[in-house]
């Protein structure tokens, strides 16, 4: 059978599917009649108000509050990361699967060298972990190099000791991968700042206006043909709170 | 004292009186007359081969009457054991298979007329869920022919207490003779005279079709109000509309020929069957020949309707409903449509579909808390699915959303109250919002 015979008799049979469908009533068998989502599939948001899960200390707090806003200041064009909510973002998340590096191989050994063999560092220790370890080496550093607690310090001395973390100047302990602490402190103000606020960050949807991304919609037809126009849609949360 | 006994003797002779007038209006409510033409001696089970084109006729009845609808669950084709919930109590829907001892093998041709057209079956007086209210107009022909196609049913032996759930008095049989005093019309299908289609279309929708049994409104005893016939009622939370010539909430402004093509094949490109209605164009409708299909639709468009009519429109660019519109957007636009058009056959329209339009939004607000699966049939098989929105909105939000898709491009609808989706919220046990974040 060459491909247009091919292409012929798959026109044929859905010709013939189409009429033999019009013509007789048939009823189908085990349609799912519940429309209902299963609860597994519904995002969990965290409950504005909430107490702290996993930064329950007052010091830690601080100082990742600290970290946070300097990362991302108040200014004219939005709120500080903890004014955001990301606090509470990371709390959640830290209590969560994630924080409990659910997706993540951990299972021993971890050979020498294998940081620079993966090109990425690698751990044993979970997030939450990396945190309690890395929050901790922190306020230690600050306490024996300027004499305060890191949150007491002046913007520019927090700005100065960031850099150093993330150009790898500064190493907090022996014991903490001080670079890689840092990148798993921005990529969690980042994914606070900007998540969709039913997780806890992004308050009144404070990132999304920031950047101008119109939120959880999937349907553009609206604005398809309005090309080279400043659309300002109004960003949208998956469960819109009014 | 002779005073007294004067008085007591007039009372006695009244009492008397009444007494012998109601027995009299009580037989002729019970009166079978017309169901001597069946024959009363070949019990179901004993009747061998049944003439094939009887048969096939018998089986075009049983579609139209959606007996199985009822008869037919789990425990086998028309062996009953479908629990219907009213509120006197739980009925369970007998076995009519050919069954001697736990069906109707036992019935003679005449037992199945008198349990069929007036509601007196082989165990006493039967209850007014099953529809012989409609079926006492099924002609006699259409009888023998429903008979025959009952004699092919294989037996099952499955036995049923079919009132054991009824509470008192309602579990008395014998309470329902009264009920059919007061309400029962055992006469047979009188058409109005003229128009053949009319009256073909009546004897459907009346008698096999028994459509009337979800869309007329009952009254507290269970029994239909005629003078609201088929103006519309909610049936186990929802609303089976208005089916009249009403042009806003009923079908006057749609065609005989969509209403046919809804009734065969649960959607006319604008209205979609869900729920109830999705099962009647499933089992029973479906099965119709179109030209009883457009019979039907030429007599509902000719039934007098209710008086509601077109609101005012609340606008939907309004600031109220700002929020409201955006959510349409974003949660209902991407299948019924920028513009409310919807999918054609397989996701409803909104801009002009009068079915959205009802006084009462109850199966609108149903269908958002629970979701819902559209009707299907041979000719249209997707039966889409409608997700439920329950944990995405609150009670505010989904009144909100209906009211705008009730309101908007043509349409002008009541608003809906929060308080309606609270109240069905909480009786279909639909989930709640879930937190919505800062």
């Not at chain 1, 091919?6 to 049979?13: I, T, V, Y």
């Not at chain 1, 939005?78 to 909510?85: F, I, L, M, R, T």
């Not at chain 1, 001395?157 to 993330?166: A, F």
């Not at chain 2, 002609?139 to 509470?167: F, I, K």
Request: aromatic share 8%; with cysteine.
């Amino acid at each position: 059978m060459n491909r247009r015979e091919a292409l012929f008799s798959l026109g044929a049979l859905t010709a013939a599917g189409t009429v033999a469908s019009r013509g007789a009533a048939a009823e189908m068998s085990g349609y799912p009649a519940d429309m209902a989502l299963d609860r597994g599939f519904l995002p969990r948001a965290v409950i504005p108000g909430g107490q702290m899960q996993v930064l329950t200390d007052d010091r830690q707090r601080a100082t990742v509050t600290a970290v946070f806003d300097r990362l991302i200041p108040a200014d004219d064009l939005g709120p500080s990361a903890s004014e955001a909510g990301c606090i509470e973002f990371l709390d959640a998340q830290l209590a969560g699967r994630y924080g409990a590096g659910a997706a993540l191989y951990r299972e021993g050994p971890k050979m020498a060298g294998e940081d620079a063999l993966s090109q990425s560092p690698q751990f044993i220790a979970t997030p939450s972990e990396r945190y309690e370890a890395g929050l901790n080496a922190l306020e230690a550093w600050a306490q024996k190099t300027d004499g305060a607690s890191f949150a007491d310090l002046q913007p520019d001395r927090k700005d100065e000791i960031l850099k150093g973390m993330e150009d790898g100047s500064v190493e907090l302990s022996s014991e903490v991968n001080t670079k890689a602490f840092f990148e798993l402190l921005l990529a969690n103000v980042r994914e606070g700042y900007f998540s969709d606020p039913i997780y806890g960050g992004n308050r009144d949807m404070a990132g999304w206006r920031l950047i101008g991304f119109p939120g959880a919609r999937y349907d553009y037809r609206l604005y398809a043909d309005r090309t080279g126009e400043k659309l300002d849609l109004e960003p949208v949360s998956l469960i819109p709170r009014d | 004292m002779a005073n007294f006994k004067a008085f007591a003797g007039g009372v006695a002779a009244l009492v008397l009186i009444a007494a012998a007038g109601a027995g009299i209006w009580a037989w002729r409510t019970a009166d079978t007359w017309r169901n001597a033409v069946a024959d009363d001696a070949v019990a179901l089970a004993d009747i061998g081969a049944a003439d094939p084109e009887a048969v096939a006729r018998g089986e075009y009845i049983m579609r139209a009457a959606d007996c199985a609808a009822c008869h037919t669950r789990e425990q086998g084709d028309f062996a009953g054991g479908y629990e219907i919930a009213t509120p006197f109590g739980t009925l369970v829907s007998s076995n009519i298979t050919p069954d001697r001892e736990t069906g109707i093998g036992a019935m003679t041709e005449r037992d199945f007329f008198d349990a069929v057209r007036h509601g007196q079956g082989q165990k006493g007086f039967l209850y007014p869920a099953m529809p012989y209210t409609a079926y006492a107009r099924i002609s006699d022909q259409d009888m023998h022919d429903l008979w025959a196609y009952m004699s092919t049913v294989a037996p099952v032996r499955n036995s049923v207490d079919e009132n054991g759930g009824m509470a008192f008095p309602y579990s008395i049989r014998l309470a329902m003779l009264g009920w059919n005093m007061l309400f029962f019309d055992g006469s047979g299908f009188e058409p109005a005279p003229g128009n053949a289609q009319l009256a073909r279309g009546q004897y459907m929708v009346d008698g096999p079709g028994h459509c009337s049994a979800c869309h007329s409104p009952r009254n507290a005893l269970g029994a239909e109000i005629g003078s609201a016939y088929l103006q519309g009622a909610v049936v186990d939370g929802w609303l089976a509309p208005e089916i009249t010539s009403n042009r806003h909430q009923g079908l006057g402004d749609v065609s005989a020929a969509d209403v046919a093509e809804y009734l065969g094949t649960a959607t006319d490109g604008k209205a979609m069957a869900s729920g109830p209605m999705a099962e009647a164009v499933e089992h029973s409708l479906q099965y119709l020949t179109e030209d009883d299909r457009l019979a039907m639709a030429a007599w509902l468009k000719s039934v007098p309707g209710s008086d509601v009519a077109r609101p005012e429109q609340v606008d939907p660019a309004s600031p109220e409903m700002h929020g409201a519109a955006l959510q349409y957007e974003v949660s209902c636009s991407a299948c019924h449509g920028t513009r409310g058009e919807g999918m054609g056959d397989l996701v409803p329209a909104f801009d002009g579909n009068h079915a959205l339009l009802s006084e009462n939004p109850a199966s609108l607000v149903r269908v958002m808390l629970e979701g819902a699966r559209a009707g299907h049939s041979g000719a249209k098989p997707t039966g889409a699915g409608m997700p439920s929105f329950a944990w995405k909105y609150d009670d505010a939000q989904i009144a909100g959303l209906l009211t705008y898709i009730r309101n908007a491009w043509s349409n002008a609808g009541m608003p809906v109250d929060p308080a309606q989706v609270a109240d069905m919220r909480g009786a279909l046990a639909a989930r709640d919002k879930a937190a919505s974040g800062f």
